[in-house]
């Protein structure tokens, strides 16, 4: 696996950001070494720049703040600070971050994002503050606002699947389906090998079919499945596509056992869509993603080797969907 | 040739020329990295309206290019809109200076910034590299100052011993201007070992870069209107098809052995 220090924050769990703030200290101290402390003239021929030297201290910031230790994350902000400026873009981003972590209450969280405001009304081209007043804004539980803010960037800078996902995701806790299918969509047109964007928009449609019923929601439904097929065709092991998979196909074959009307064999020419899949393939389908949960959940409990990278609680409720079923069947 | 050449060389000649021209070569590396380093202007922003129109076009190069993605309802839907706001010029910067064709560069103070940067740039290259050249053609041109451990074919003879014109002497021997030469092409390794790997150090890299940049720099930006309105051309001619087509049978297909 790769150097946990260098990845992507986001991916971490809590048990690595753990891990990641208690070696924020040794790390920090082992920067400064007999290397960095060369008088000045000698200094020019040593090079202690590596880019794989600030990612690791934005990634122990990040992590420091998770797990609340925030000497040590102002520690390395400081370090970031002096070394790229206050004026960078993402140096002020992560100060505006930092800020946001340490606000105690309700006021101090409104005067951060009042910096940001004022910011902004200065130099509005400052997304990575454009993109945290919209997190304050949401965390704040001012969501309209928060939609808003980030259409507002959207319309500026429409090839931003950050922003797009954020914003379907947006749109889903409000309900509003369609626009989150629109957002998700405009995700998969910018990366379109992600295989998790493309569960994640079967998950949304699958919401989504929760709403209509008869044929649109059949056709919704087939749709949610080819997503999360995809998916899977994108990355095999993708345990939340397979979860999708089997929860969409189960939906989907009482859909197609009560619907009294005859498939209709060829697509709609007109609208463009695609014809309701097969009961067989459906079926099948379920099968396949039953097998392949109970695979992963095995093995992944007995620790095999390559099959540890799961998250423990998504293996949870893959194995409670499995018990589901079988009770199901007992019965 | 039977017996190799014997040359008697005078020690000196290795303190007082070969050492030096590669130390001063270094130097000038480490110097050039800094000097650059200094005279590096910050890139601009842009402004809003400029970086909206450059994203929109790019925004409809995805659409372009990922179509397969989505169903061919949200492809229509999304084409008529892009189409019509392209040929609207809704994405323009500059929605007043439609029809005027291309903007003079040379008016353009982004662009005259941008060139600055260059010239600097280049100044930072040529100077020294000239001087040091004058320098040794002054100093130590004419001397054979080391002999290469190995044989060589004869066609590296003007390689090596340039600035020495005898016919016979053996190709092992290279001559201080070819030394110096060897140094200018040859220590990027140590520039990437003295100053890490994204230095500025070697000169002949930066250049390559540069010629691969784009043959033309002063013809500066296209049109965008008549980018927008290609773009909306390209997109009217897509004949969609859907990725998710099939995908079931595809997945099924795959794992047919597994289950």
Known sequence: MANPLLEAP??????????????????????????????????????????????????????????????????????LTDRFGKGNDRVVALQGLYKEATAKNESELAEVLREYEEML??????????????????????????VTALTNLLDQSPTDAEAWSELGDLYLTQGSYDQAIFSFEEVLLIMPYSWNMQARLGEVLYLASGRTEGGDQMKILSE????????????????????????????LLEVLSTSKKPQQSSSDPVRGDL????????????????????????????????????????????????????QKIER | MAE?????????????????????????????HYLSTLLQSAPKRQPLAKLREQRSLLRSANLRTNYAQISASAFQKRREWLIENARDGKFLADPDARGKGKPNPMSDPAMMEGMMGMMKGNVAMMVPQSLIMGWINAFFSGYVIMKLPFPLTPQFKQMLQAGVGTRDLDVRWVSSLSWYFLTLFGLQPVYNFILGSNNAANQVTQQMAQSQMGANPMGGAEDPEKLFNAEAENLEVIEHYYILDGVEDRLLERFQGAI
């Not at chain 1, 509005?124 to 919209?134: C, E, G, H, L, V």
């Not at chain 1, 997503?227 to 929860?247: A, I, M, T, V």
């Open chain 1, 224 to 251: 949610s499945m080819r997503r999360f097929c995809r998916s899977l065709e994108l990355c095999d092991d993708y345990l939340r596509g397979h979860y999708g998979l089997k929860l969409v196909t189960t939906r």
């Open chain 1, 10 to 79: 986001s991916k971490s769990s809590p048990e690595t950001a753990i891990d990641l703030s208690q070696q924020a200290s040794t790390f920090i101290t082992s920067q400064s070494s007999w290397l960095s402390a060369i008088p000045y003239p000698l200094s020019l021929f040593i090079n202690t720049e590596s880019q794989e030297k600030w990612q690791t201290y934005e990634n122990l910031f990040l992590a420091c703040l998770r797990t609340g230790d925030d000497n040590t994350a102002y520690a390395c902000l400081e370090s």
């Open chain 1, 275 to 326: 014809a309701p899949p097969s009961v067989d393939a459906v079926k099948k389908l379920n099968e396949l993603a039953t097998s392949k949960l109970a695979e992963i959940v095995r093995r992944s409990n007995s620790g095999e080797k390559g099959w540890d990278g799961y998250s423990a609680a998504e293996i949870i409720a893959a194995r409670e969907l499995l018990d589901r079923d079988t």
């Open chain 1, 121 to 146: 009304k200065s130099d509005p081209t400052i997304f990575s503050i454009r993109k945290r007043r919209a997190a304050v804004l949401r965390s704040m539980g001012k969501t309209s606002d928060a």
């Open chain 2, 4 to 32: 190799a050449q014997q040359i008697l060389r005078d020690p000196a000649l290795f303190y007082w020329i070969l050492l030096p021209i590669t130390v001063v070569m270094v130097l000038t590396g480490i110097l050039r």
